[in-house]
């Protein structure tokens, strides 16, 4: 599709699966947490540390982003 990496906003719950990937690409990335999260999708504070993207509360709350 030839989009740059700086030009694709992800929008997702799960930091290991859609958000750190993405960030690791130099992509956009806003975090959605769920109340729960899998064991298996669990990170850690180092993983996430120095990592650039947002977090928000609520689907509507993504709009004030943009």
Do not use: C
């Not at 694709?8 to 956009?28: E, Q, T």
């Amino acid at each position: 599709m030839d989009i740059k990496p700086s030009q694709f906003l992800m929008i997702g719950n799960s930091l290991k699966s859609d958000i750190l990937p993405l960030v690791n690409i130099k992509a956009n990335a806003i975090h959605i947490p769920f109340h729960t999260t899998w064991a298996h999708e669990q990170v850690s504070a180092k993983e996430t540390n120095g990592k650039q993207y947002k977090t928000v509360n609520s689907l509507t709350d993504i709009l004030n982003l943009l």
